[in-house]
């Protein structure tokens, strides 16, 4: 088996990372795998969600694989063709099983959401090996739960339980093991009940709008983005008024 498979399930893309006994650990040639993945995921206009996981119950992701050697030369999406891929607009929901460490965790900062098991843990490990976190993490983390919490755990290398990470607000789900794949689809369906093109637009417009240096900017430059406008001259954008009007459910065409 490949040690990175996807499979186009209705309207999702579902990834697993697959290297069980070595606790799902990237190799340099992993990350190619999964910049092709992403690429052709971004690419399909049938595909609305991916979900990225791991094999097995143990791990998520244990980051890179040291005994094949740490990248250097990353794909364009940067490591694990996701990090650096700040114009995809699709949703990405990291279904965490277990171990998410070192480039593991910074994957999952990378999703928009994250469902965890109560058996999963997270943490940036680096130091204990001499090595800096290099995937975002190191970003990411202080962006999303403050400065203060982030050096805590970035500086310790300590690893917190998935509560704890949902205490933090990194997390936005934490259930029993055996719930993982249903509280996932339940996520997945509360998406596909909206329209494509309007969750799309969402989600650029809230990552678009923090860049801007003010609340004032971001709303006086929210219908320049790009996946706004295609939202306000979408085929959608029309179809959802009329459903309404209408009193039925809608028919999104994701057009």
Avoid at 120 to 139: D, M, N, R, T, Y
């Amino acid at each position: 088996m490949a040690d990175i498979e996807a499979v186009k399930d209705g309207f999702i893309t579902r990834i697993l990372i697959n290297r069980v006994d070595q606790m799902n650990s990237i190799t340099p040639v992993m990350h190619q795998s999964l910049q092709e993945v992403f690429d052709e995921f971004a690419a399909d206009d049938s595909q609305y969600i991916a979900v990225i996981t791991g094999a097995g119950d143990r791990a998520f992701c244990a980051g890179s694989d040291l005994k094949s050697g740490l990248g250097k030369n990353y794909p364009e999406g940067g490591y694990a063709g996701l990090i650096n891929r700040f114009d995809l607009p699709k949703p990405v929901i990291a279904a965490v099983n277990g171990f998410a460490l070192g480039g593991g965790f910074e994957v999952a900062l990378a999703c928009d959401i994250i469902v965890a098991s109560e058996t999963a843990s997270f943490g940036l490990p680096e130091p204990k090996v001499g090595a800096v976190a290099l995937g975002g993490g190191l970003h990411r983390l202080p962006r999303q739960i403050g400065l203060k919490n982030a050096m805590g755990l970035i500086l310790s290398s300590r690893r917190i339980s998935a509560e704890d990470g949902y205490r933090l607000g990194f997390v936005n789900e934490v259930v029993p093991a055996e719930q993982l794949n249903s509280a996932v689809q339940k996520w997945c369906d509360d998406i596909l009940a909206g329209a494509p093109l309007s969750v799309q637009a969402s989600k650029m417009t809230v990552q678009r709008g923090l860049e801007e240096s003010t609340l004032e900017a971001a709303l006086n430059a929210q219908e320049s983005y790009p996946e706004f406008a295609k939202w306000r001259s979408s085929e959608d954008a029309y179809e959802g008024i009329a459903a309404f009007t209408e009193k039925r459910k809608p028919n999104w065409q994701g057009k």
